[in-house]
């Protein structure tokens, strides 16, 4: 069992940071791959970004975040982040992290546990 807590969302302007963290409770953290995803009002989830259960190099995004966006995570801490940087309006949405046992099955949004979600808000 996995339980996750997302958070540091909030509102900024075109342009600004911001930096989410996903806190994991359970000592298996470093047995999965983790993701992060968000839904924007009216539309369906999606993929922003992966990181397998090492870190490392292995990091995927979508192509709309590639070069704002930067994944990472501390095993150390049971703690993800998500970095994101240049934020644009079209970013408005809540953020969810998630975890699987796979980083292609979190790509795949095949995931075990997911957190609650936290709200970004991009102003122009």
């Known amino acids: 069992q996995v339980q996750l807590v997302e958070s540091g969302g909030g509102l900024v302007q075109a342009g600004g940071s911001l930096r989410l963290s996903c806190a994991a409770s359970?000592?298996?953290?470093?047995?999965?791959?983790m993701g992060w995803f968000r839904q924007a009002p009216g539309k369906e989830r999606e993929f922003v970004a992966a990181?397998?259960?090492?870190?490392?190099?292995?990091?995927y995004y979508t192509d709309s975040v590639k070069g704002r966006f930067t994944i990472s995570r501390d095993n150390t801490k049971n703690t993800s982040y998500l970095q994101m940087n240049s934020l644009k309006p079209e970013d408005t949405a809540i953020y969810y992290c998630?975890?699987?046992?796979?980083?292609?099955?979190?790509?795949?949004?095949?995931?075990?546990?997911w957190g609650q979600g936290t709200q970004v808000t991009v102003s122009s």
């Open positions: 359970g000592r298996t953290f470093r047995e999965y791959g």
């Open positions: 990181i397998s259960r090492s870190g490392g190099s292995t990091r």
């Open positions: 998630a975890v699987a046992q796979e980083v292609k099955l979190v790509i795949m949004q095949q995931c075990d546990y």
